[in-house]
């Protein structure tokens, strides 16, 4: 595995977009991570949040659309629900990678359709792929090159290596 970002690199970049979130979003926003990759990112995000006096509400989706496999299904299939009701709140969509960009397109269409008045996207890190879908992302943390298979800080490899502290590439 190649190391593409250390901890430290880590946890001062998701400092600089906390900061950022706390500044443009509206106190009672609802900060919605997509499991299963996003849970480490999301985990830190909302603490550092917290140290730049943001305390958003947190509610979980599950999307799914590699299956295990290394490479995009190109279907998106909602695995779990909002356990809230999402009208009249501005929504931010928490993700791993932005690769083809069908789960952030997914996701911030259904989350428009419940209700939202505004739905913002936030990625760990952005592949430097041609996106499948038209979506742009408000908040990036990194980018990687578009045939790096990542590994770490929540993302596994068919469910393992996700407690590596640092994005490696595989």
């Known amino acids: 595995m190649r190391t ?14 906390a900061k950022e979130i706390a500044r443009d979003l ?15 990112f999301a985990a830190d995000l909302l603490r550092a949040l917290y140290r730049h006096n943001s305390d958003p509400y947190v509610d979980f989706i599950q999307l799914s659309s590699y299956g295990g496999s290394r490479s ?3 279907v998106v299939t909602l695995l779990k629900d909002f356990s809230i009701d999402l009208t009249g709140k501005t929504v931010l969509l928490v993700d ?28 760990f890190v952005k592949k430097q792929t041609g996106h499948a879908e038209d979506i742009s992302c408000d ?12 590994i770490g800080y929540g993302m596994d490899d068919d469910g ?9 590439a595989g």
């Open 139 to 150: 908040y990036i943390g990194f980018d990687a090159k578009a045939d790096d298979f990542l």
């Open 4 to 17: 593409l970002y250390t901890e430290d690199q880590i946890a001062q970049r998701i400092d600089e977009m």
């Open 160 to 168: 393992r290596k996700r407690g590596v502290p640092l994005l490696g």
């Open 72 to 74: 995009s299904s190109g």
């Open 26 to 40: 509206p106190a009672d926003f609802l900060m919605a991570p997509v499991l299963t990759g996003a849970f480490v």
């Open 96 to 123: 791993d990678v932005l690769d083809t960009g069908r789960s952030l397109h997914f996701g911030k269409g259904m989350i428009l359709d419940r209700g939202a008045v505004e739905v913002k996207t936030c990625v």
